[in-house]
């Protein structure tokens, strides 16, 4: 491993053993008169290294010119979409066959006569009461929400993408599939830091869970989360570019 060498953001010039706190985080540059974060620099030298920013890796796309950025990585994995596909499938099978008994009740509590094949909204011999239909809706909403996302995921992980546009005027984070997606806006000249964040917690079963993304953090406090579905090469290339363009 590389030893670590502090260099000055501003002017680049190594900063001398006796200008570096690690207790207080903070390095000095005598030359600039300014301190910097010894953390921020720890992290920007782990993420420059071995970066070819000429040779962006594969499904990473992007265009630095003239104070514009446009940086596209697509989230394409075989592995995540062929597990995203199955639990989606297992899921949604079993829910299916309860929203089906749903749709009956409403149907036959509307007064449509339902084909023979369609699941019975019987219950001990009697019509389901629109009451107990109701009920059904509200207990199968979170599941049916889960099994959306789930089909979300699948597609994310064949088709979708994450792209950062950014100009002076301003810059947005884009995450979907196509023309579908959320955006979220900020101000490039706001930026302070961007970085890679790995969150760990454990579930309700105690099993331990982690989820990585890239953050872009303003002046103001404000954090921006995404590139959770990236590859770990992908994303790693995205946070290097975004901070060589946007934190100064």
């Known amino acids: 491993m590389d030893t670590f060498i502090p260099r000055c953001p501003t002017c680049s010039k190594t900063i001398l053993s006796d200008d570096v706190n690690v207790a207080k985080d ?6 600039c008169n300014l301190a910097h974060s010894l953390s921020a620099l720890l992290q920007t030298s782990e993420l420059t290294t071995g970066i070819n920013f000429d040779r962006p890796p594969l499904g ?7 104070g514009h950025l446009n940086v596209s990585a697509t989230h394409r994995s075989l592995g995540m979409a062929t ?10 099978g079993i829910v299916s066959v309860f929203v ?11 007064g449509v006569t339902l084909p023979t094949w369609f699941p019975s909204p019987d219950m001990n011999g009697s019509p389901m009461s629109t009451g107990m239909t109701l009920f059904l809706w509200i207990f199968l909403t979170p599941f049916i929400v889960i099994g959306v996302s789930m089909m ?3 597609f994310l992980s064949v088709g979708g993408r994450t ?3 950014a100009d002076p005027t301003g810059g947005t984070v884009f995450t979907g599939v196509g023309p579908l997606g959320y955006r979220r806006r900020f101000m490039p000249s706001h930026v302070s830091d961007v970085r890679i964040e790995d969150k760990q917690w454990r579930d309700s079963d105690g099993d331990r869970q982690q989820k ?3 953050i872009i953090e ?14 770990s090469e992908r994303r790693k290339f995205l946070t290097a570019v975004l901070r060589k363009f946007l934190v100064r």
Do not use: P
Request: net charge positive; charged share 15%.
């Open 163 to 165: 792209e950062v546009q």
């Open 218 to 231: 303003t002046k103001e406090g404000k954090l921006i989360r995404f590139g959770s579905m990236l590859s």
């Open 100 to 110: 089906l008994i749903a749709i009956a009740g409403t149907l036959k509590n509307l």
């Open 26 to 31: 903070i390095i000095y540059c005598r030359s």
């Open 60 to 66: 990473v796309h992007y265009d630095l010119a003239s």
């Open 152 to 154: 979300g995921a699948f």
């Open 212 to 214: 990585t993304n890239i």
């Open 83 to 92: 597990g995203t596909l199955a639990m989606a499938l297992f899921w949604n």
